[in-house]
């Protein structure tokens, strides 16, 4: 069989500006740091069980860590700096990564199956996008108190009970905190093969530890809000 | 009685299979294609995928209708020249090329769709059949050796440990099919350069050129227009050979290595 196509005919490929690898490792460097976070978080919600006062303190310690060499909430500031960048690089990454599979496939298949894919996996880009969703909503709640009915005066604890003694935001928030689960499930094997870091004998050791964040970080999320709907902490 | 004397014991006598093929038809890489019933009957279970294709097309001259396009060449596994994605899954239920799948792991009714590998960096030239050269060119760009030719060295010149020239004789089973790309989401062709970055990396004849090497066929697969890796495996799980996300991961490791150590792609 001849197999000869007219030169004329190939789409002239476009330069390579940065590489889909490194592209790659700024998603999994950046989310390695949103993934410290998240732990760090997930410590601050549980201190909602050890009471208002306890959590309004943690609160106030983490707008004066430093102090007073550093001035005010810098060392808050610093940590939200951090976050941002890291948030900024992680969607840069994401969409032109997105982009660049999308134009790698313009017609689809019009059968097919998945073999070896994760529910999780599939869930990434469109779940990335309601996690972002998700982090806009807790921010502009949970943080400046706009949409709050404590409003931006109010004590962190009052602000946390308001919110989530309303069912439907609790909902919102465990639908979002199990998407984030599973992003961290694909996410954290994803990243270690993309750092290199991963082989044949520790791909099942990988694959567990992602499995085991993932659980425990969503578990743990999930405790405070419900422990509030449900009547256990107020 | 169940039994006679001249039972044979090898169960109902067997008949071949009628089978519904939906096919992808295209008349050329700029034209519109469609996915075009035929039947066929009386398929052995004994045929391979493509024989069975074969059945197709004489039947199709024999009506006077263009015959359908597909590459192949060995027919036994190990040239990387057939290939189409046939219900969905790149070479099919089985994980072996689309010459060695037979008609056995089909059943008498069945409908089976068949279509060529989608990548905008693989276009179609015909029906089944996609210009792969992509392949070569990132094998070009760095997927080779620099050593002298002439009388073979003495093999014990260089010794290799054993572990690496096992992993990196795993890696150098890949025959190029391409459908690691038709299986991936993304269509990247991350298991494919992997492969090859992996057999040239772990043996000592390959160190010299290992940065630049990974470097370039990186930078050539993104300018091919493939996408992305996002690690989700389809690519190793399609790949008739079994290579390994390991490989990928040895991929990377290299990358990230060499652009700390300075190496750039070339332009």
């Known amino acids: 069989m001849v197999t000869v196509t007219d030169s004329t005919q190939r789409r002239t490929p476009k330069a390579a500006k940065t590489t889909s690898v490194f592209k790659k490792a700024v998603m999994a460097i950046s989310g390695i740091v949103l993934v410290l976070y998240l732990i760090a978080h997930m410590i601050g919600n549980l201190k909602a069980f050890a009471g208002a006062d306890e959590f309004n303190h943690y609160s106030e310690w983490l707008r004066t860590i430093g102090n007073p060499a550093l001035p005010g909430a810098t060392a808050l500031w610093l940590i939200r700096i951090v976050l941002l960048v890291a948030v900024v690089a992680h969607i840069w990454a994401a969409v032109s990564l997105w982009r660049q599979a999308r134009n790698a496939r313009p017609e689809r298949y019009v059968t097919k199956k998945a073999v070896a894919q994760s529910y999780a996996s599939r869930t990434m880009r469109w779940g990335g996008v309601i996690i972002l969703a998700f982090v806009i909503f807790h921010i502009l709640d949970l943080t400046l108190g706009a949409v709050n009915s404590e409003g931006r005066d109010g004590e962190p604890f009052d602000r946390m009970l308001a919110s989530f003694q309303n069912p439907v935001v609790t909902i919102f928030y465990a639908i979002s905190v199990i998407l984030v689960g599973m992003h961290l499930r694909h996410g954290i094997w994803s990243a270690t093969q993309t750092l290199g870091q991963s082989n044949r004998r520790r791909e099942v050791t990988v694959n567990y530890a992602a499995t085991a964040i993932a659980t425990v970080l969503t578990i743990g999320f999930l405790l405070t809000p419900f422990s509030i709907l449900f009547g256990l902490i107020d | ?267």
């Open chain 2, 1 to 267: 009685m169940r039994s006679s004397v001249g039972d044979t014991g090898t169960g109902p006598e067997k008949r071949g299979m009628n089978l519904t093929l939906r096919v992808w038809r295209q008349q050329g890489p700029t034209v519109k294609g469609k996915m075009v019933t035929y039947k066929v009957t009386d398929i052995s279970p004994d045929m391979s995928f493509l024989e069975m294709l074969d059945v197709l097309n004489e039947q199709l001259i024999m009506q006077g209708d263009d015959p359908v396009a597909f590459d192949h060449d060995c027919r036994e596994g190990i040239c990387g020249m057939c290939g189409v994605v046939i219900n969905g899954e790149a070479h099919g239920p089985q994980q072996t090329t689309t010459c060695q799948l037979h008609m056995r792991s089909f059943k008498d009714g069945d409908s089976i769709d068949i279509e060529p590998w989608r990548a905008s960096a693989f276009p179609i030239i015909k029906d089944l059949a996609v210009d792969r050269r992509a392949l070569d060119r990132i094998i070009q760009a760095g997927g080779y050796i620099s050593v002298p030719t002439g009388t073979a060295p003495e093999a014990h010149a260089t010794p290799v440990p054993k572990k690496d020239a096992d992993n990196a004789f795993d890696a150098a089973t890949c025959i190029g099919c391409g459908a690691c790309v038709a299986a991936c989401p993304n269509a990247s062709s991350m298991l494919f350069t992997a492969a090859k970055v992996t057999h040239l990396g772990l043996l000592p004849q390959g160190q010299p050129e290992r940065n630049d090497r990974v470097v370039n066929m990186v930078a050539q697969q993104d300018r091919e227009g493939f996408g992305g890796c996002t690690n989700i495996g389809e690519c190793s799980a399609a790949c008739p050979k079994g290579i390994s996300m390991e490989t990928i991961s040895r991929l990377n490791h290299d990358l990230l290595g060499a652009l700390r150590a300075g190496a750039r792609p070339k332009s």
